[in-house]
């Protein structure tokens, strides 16, 4: 007989994207109520680069936890590495109580215009990083010209081999992978891990433009082939703690999505947890939903692992087809579990 | 120096779709002012199955085009093949004017629910349109449900090569080809050739998921690879007369498009005709033109070549962003030709 309810020490999403202003109002308690802590992405406009930014957006992102009464909700803070980052900066990020810098190869992604064009120009900055112990995380996506959509992860790994074994100390995060490659690439590189999102562990290519086109299913780097989703979840509930969440939950509001060029990003902020555990059941890995979630990320990142727990209960729910203007990751479909109020 | 003029025998759109009711009054002129002929898609709403309704359509295309004093345009007209087609609705269709028979597999494209699934059970069908000089034209995607979206028309290859095997004498078209393999395929094939879209020379799924999602460039077969693009273009450029071009212009109202599911077409009929010209430019090819657009089609049909010519010229002009509430393809961008009037 299946359980009817979950209990995991409450978990972390180690990639997740609050925006700032309006949006982050409206998405911020998605995530407070899941998830004890998240990995707040740094490319928001205008982008956080500086301990200065840092310590403004933090207290933007707690007052808009603390309103809905998520006083206990932990943002670890995250600076975005760009070709002006210094050593120094890295220093007074850390001061300011940073945990990580993210890069993003230019124009991989939403607001990745001002990102990285050479790396081996930042090494100054990397060895800071490691030698402040502070995490390396990496956009993985090739950001050439011309490099085909569904090459761009794998024709990354040279840039990420070299980094890792160059700084074999700097605790290095390739995020939201999407291929069965990269999850060769980093079970083989020791001081490297990877955060999986809910979406990839569910969508294929086909989820976005092999029947109609689905804007809402579309983010980067873009799901891959049926193969490639098996791997993901082969990792993802293989014990293996190389591999932990990492949401990437990306709001655009609706009208920035269903238009001619619409953004890359799934908002699965508030279907996260009880899509996991879905997810997880279907491949009768329950048991291991909490090493993932709760446990994997924690450890690599170096954290104390939570104490505070979580309860699911198993109880369908049909999922909003909006919440302020967002559309969410499997609108209107119905889902299992549902987080105990 | 480079000619400022070009003029051509006025060619054959030998794969469009026309639709119904208003969205036939807003586009067939952009057909009729290009072709002499084109091949007109029965998977209209209610579809095209008999010659009966291949009557009453062919009236409504005429009644458009007249009205808009298109008067010498020759609608080329199909019957839907569907599970229940008969020899007997063959014969009719004959004796209607109908030219071709197309096959959708179920569920591969827009207005597919009611296509082909036993190809075999369809043999006396294919015999009769052999027996009748009927041309047989393929939508080219295996139906089979899992099958990945970027291996469906290779998956398609079996059932193409055992009906063309079958039916030495029938001619058959696959059609909007989107692979390399597709090439190669067909040109082992006696009596199997293709059409190749304009949008198919110049899209890979980059232009669709590649940066932002591009709805207006999301169509079935869907574009593939950038080698895949470039063996078409070789194929399209190269003489061969088993190439020749079908637009599958499809138009959608943008609300059907720019939405949650978008459907999938790219309506470019407004555009065929000066990018296929600056395409051919770009390529060196443009003394080939006139055999892909107004030759090669119309000897593989067994039609005379047409005798009018059009002319165009090379002076720049910006495609609009909307015709009725239809956004054309590369909407905003700007051409080098156009249609002389």
């Known amino acids: 007989m299946k359980a009817e309810t979950i209990k995991l020490i409450k978990g972390d999403d180690l990639h997740c994207h609050l ?50 009464g998520w006083k206990e909700f932990e943002p670890l803070m995250t600076i975005q590495i760009n070709d002006y980052t210094t050593p ?8 300011a109580g940073v945990i990580a810098g993210k890069v993003y190869p230019q124009g991989v992604t939403t607001n990745s ?10 090494y100054p900055v990397f060895r800071e990083m490691q030698n402040l112990n502070m995490l390396l995380l990496l956009h993985g996506e090739s950001p050439k010209p011309g ?23 700097l605790k290095i995060v390739l995020e939201h992978i999407t291929t069965g490659k990269a999850v060769q690439v980093v079970s083989m590189l020791k001081n490297v891990a990877a955060t999986i999102t809910v979406h990839h562990l569910l969508l294929t290519l086909d989820d976005i433009v092999g029947g109609f086109i689905s804007p809402h299913n579309f983010c980067k780097p873009i799901a891959k082939r049926p193969e490639d989703k098996k791997v993901l979840l082969m990792a993802a509930t293989s014990g293996n703690p190389k591999f932990f969440y990492g949401g990437d939950s990306a709001p655009h509001l609706k009208e ?26 279907e491949c009768n890995k329950l048991d291991r939903l909490e090493n993932f979630v709760s446990k994997f990320g924690a450890d690599f990142y170096g954290l104390p692992r939570n104490s505070e727990t979580i309860e699911l209960i198993k109880k369908d729910w049909v999922v909003p087809d909006e919440y302020d203007g967002i559309v969410p990751f499997i609108a209107g479909q119905t889902l299992h579990w549902q987080i105990a109020s």
């Open 256 to 281: 920035n999505k269903e238009c001619r060029q619409g953004c890359a990003g799934v908002f699965n902020a508030p279907v996260a947890l009880p899509l996991l555990a879905q997810i997880f059941e």
């Open 19 to 68: 925006r700032r202003g309006k949006i982050l109002e409206s998405v911020a308690i998605f995530t407070a109520r899941q998830f004890k802590r998240a990995t707040i992405m740094p490319n928001t406009n205008p982008p956080i680069l500086t301990a200065e930014d840092v310590i403004k957006y933090r207290h933007e992102i707690y007052e808009c936890c603390w309103d809905d």
């Open 88 to 95: 120094k900066m890295i220093t007074q990020a850390k001061r």
């Open 113 to 122: 215009q001002n990102g990285v064009t050479n790396f081996g120009a930042l």
């Open 147 to 169: 490099v085909f959509c569904l090459d761009r992860e794998e024709k990354f790994f040279s840039t990420l081999v070299a980094i890792a074994e160059e700084f074999p100390k």
